[in-house]
Structures are given as structure tokens and as C-alpha cells.
């Protein structure tokens, strides 16, 4: 089966064609992988603004749509189905993807399915290979924390999320406060490795010890305000940072990656999972992926760990393919609606 999927949640536009079928043993092939960014633009003001967003996307969404079918070599005859992302995300962005899908699974006959972007972030990892049930879930973006407990498709339960900001919201506005751009979590790691790279400097802290919020609550949930405000405490606004800026950009990776991973490992040992799955922008943190890897290496119980491709992390149309083709369920194109405040469960 192939499917056409449209992804425009935040500032990306994508549009990817899959192919699977019901002898798929190893995961999906992937026929075309386009990606725009508006990033460039939000860099400038040193965040997304929404409007701006929405407004890239409707200049990208159909571009895009007809290199993803070029790229596949198929023509629109030959897909099976159509796929978009329905929530959550920017609602200006969000209408732009559900609406095209919308005209043209009309327009061309198709059935459509919509995608919780959310889940789809762990559906990348489905893409080479299938992960066993049950499994273990971690979805981290740019406003999402979610763990979750699948115990198959469509049978998920929702563990912990956090309490107010999420990892990637968290890297982004410490980013902002170190005045080190947007998004924050490449330019915070950059730092962080800058730092790691001055073998004079590490293990002579000069900067702050940062908080690893709720690290040994008994719960699954997050929390990583605290973070920003601990960060502020030390460096209030315009106080000059004297050189600690990489130091404290690798203080602040460490206490997100330690407290993302411990529950992760937590999670591992209480519900035994086959697999593990990260997912989401945060997830092609090279710190995460490393410190994961190991740690789940040494966890008391044994399961198999799946990360995506760093390209498969970020925004992208794969995933939401994937999603769909596993969880297939078209409905009438007059009942697909964007919605941005959709949860993971
Ligand atoms: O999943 P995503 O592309 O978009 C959303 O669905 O939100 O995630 C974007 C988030 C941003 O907060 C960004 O700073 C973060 O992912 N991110 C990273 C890295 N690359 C992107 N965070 C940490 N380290 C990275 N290398
Ligand atoms: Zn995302």
C-alpha cells in the first residue's frame, strides 16, 4: 500500500510517499522524503511566530505535495491512500496540511487518514524494522514529554507527562536566555560540546550545579520550569556570563538528558517492555541517545532500544505514513479536522 502523507504541524511542510504491505516483515520502504523549514525566518525573531508559519506553509504546501510524487517515480493513480497530521500543533500550520488533504483525497478519490503527530513521532521508529509489543514510549518535542505504554497499536496508556514545560521548550527558551538562537536544543548541544572539547575546563565547574527536577519522584511525570528559573537565578539578564556560557549549556543538557533517562529506565524495570521507542526533535540529542543506549544496556531488565535517524526525529512526513499505515482507519475527508490541542492518549 502506498501512502501520501502531508505533515505542516509547526514550521515544517512535508510530504512523503511510503509503500507497505501486509508482507512487510521489515518496516516500510520510503519512496520520497521532502522537508521545508521556515526555520531560517523564525531564527530571526528568536522563536516561531505563528502567523509567519502558517503563511510559509501555504506558500510550500503544494510545491512540495508534487516533488514528494516525483520523487516516488508513482503517479497519483497509484496511491493507495492519504495521510495528514491532525494534531497537535500550531492551528494556522495545521489547517494548511488538513485542508489540502482534505481537497485533494476529494479531488482524487482517496481514502484519508488522520495522524496524532505525537504518536507518529514513535512510529518513525517503524520504519526499518517493527518493534515488538509491549512497548515502552518516549515522545520528546519542541512542547510534548510523553511516556507511554503501548501495548500494541491503537493500545496506548499514558505514564507521565510533564507538568509544565517540555524538554525541547526547555532547551529552546534557556537557548534564548544564553542568547544562543533558535531552536535551542542543536544550539545548546553545540555548546555543551564546545565545552566538552576544553579538557582544561571539564571537572573545574565555575558555573552553576543545575536542578534534575523530580528526578527520584515516585511518579512519571516532568517537570523543567524550574530549569529556566534556576538559570536565570545565576545569570539574570545582563549579567555578563564570563565565558561559562558552553559549561552551563552542558549543565543544563546533562540535568534534562539524566532526568529523561532515569525514567525511561524506571518505566523499563517496573512494565518489562520488548521494546523501548524514543521519539521527537529532542530525540537526536546525541547526549540522549548515548546516555539512553547505555543505561538501557545496563537495565536489570532486558529490551531492545529503538532510535530514530536524526533525520526521522525532527518534523517529518515518514513518520506520519508510517502511523497511518499501522494504524489504518480512514474516515469521510468531511470529518477530518485539525486539531490543535490533541493529546497523546
Ligand atoms: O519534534 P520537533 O521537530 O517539533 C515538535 O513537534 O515540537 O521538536 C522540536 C524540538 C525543539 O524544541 C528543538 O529545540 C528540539 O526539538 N531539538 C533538540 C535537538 N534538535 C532539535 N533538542 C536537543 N538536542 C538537539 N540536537
Ligand atoms: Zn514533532
Request: a neutral charge.
Amino acid at each position: 500500500m502506498k501512502i501520501l502523507a502531508i505533515e505542516t504541524s509547526c514550521d515544517e511542510t512535508a510530504c512523503a510517499v511510503t509503500e507497505g504491505g501486509p508482507s512487510t516483515s521489515s518496516g516500510l520502504r520510503i519512496l520520497s522524503n521532502i522537508v521545508s523549514s521556515s526555520e531560517a525566518m523564525h531564527r530571526q525573531t528568536g522563536g516561531i511566530v505563528p502567523e509567519v508559519a502558517a503563511r510559509e506553509q501555504l506558500k510550500a504546501i503544494i510545491p512540495i505535495i508534487d516533488k514528494a510524487i516525483q520523487d516516488s517515480r508513482f503517479k497519483i493513480h497509484d496511491i493507495d491512500a492519504m495521510a495528514v497530521t491532525a494534531g497537535p500543533g500550531l492551528v494556522g500550520s495545521l489547517l494548511v496540511g488538513v485542508e489540502t488533504a482534505r481537497a485533494l483525497a476529494y479531488a482524487w478519490g482517496k481514502p484519508i487518514i488522520p495522524v496524532n503527530h505525537l504518536v507518529a513521532h514513535l512510529y518513525a521508529n517503524f520504519v526499518s524494522e517493527i518493534p515488538k509489543f509491549p512497548a515502552v514510549g518516549l515522545v520528546v518535542s519542541g512542547g510534548h514529554t510523553d511516556l507511554v505504554f503501548m501495548e500494541g497499536h491503537r493500545k496506548l496508556r499514558l505514564l507521565g507527562t510533564t507538568r509544565d514545560d517540555a524538554a525541547g521548550e526547555c532547551f529552546d527558551k534557556c537557548s534564548r536566555w544564553l542568547q544562543l538562537g533558535y531552536p535551542g536544543g542543536p544550539a545548546i548541544a553545540a555548546e555543551a560540546a564546545k565545552f566538552l572539547k576544553r579538557s582544561d575546563l571539564v571537572g573545574k565547574q565555575q558555573g552553576p550545579t543545575l536542578p534534575r527536577p523530580m528526578i527520584d519522584d515516585d511518579t512519571y511525570d516532568f517537570s523543567f520550569s524550574g530549569l529556566k528559573t534556576a538559570l536565570r537565578r545565576f545569570a539574570p539578564q545582563g549579567k555578563p556570563l564570563q565565558g561559562l556560557v558552553a559549561e552551563i549549556a552542558h549543565e543544563l543538557q546533562e540535568a534534562i538528558v539524566e532526568v529523561l533517562v532515569k525514567r525511561v529506565v524506571r518505566a523499563v524495570e517496573e512494565f518489562k517492555p520488548k521494546s523501548v521507542l524514543l521519539g521527537g526533535g529532542v530525540a537526536s540529542n546525541n547526549r540522549l541517545r548515548q546516555l539512553l543506549k547505555s543505561e538501557i544496556r545496563n537495565s536489570k531488565h532486558e529490551t531492545k532500544l529503538f532510535i530514530p535517524p536524526i533525520e526521522l526525529c525532527t518534523d517529518n512526513a515518514v513518520m506520519i505514513g508510517t502511523a497511518a499505515f499501522y494504524n489504518y482507519s480512514p474516515i469521510p475527508w468531511q470529518k477530518v479536522k485539525a486539531n490543535p490541542g490533541l493529546e497523546i492518549v
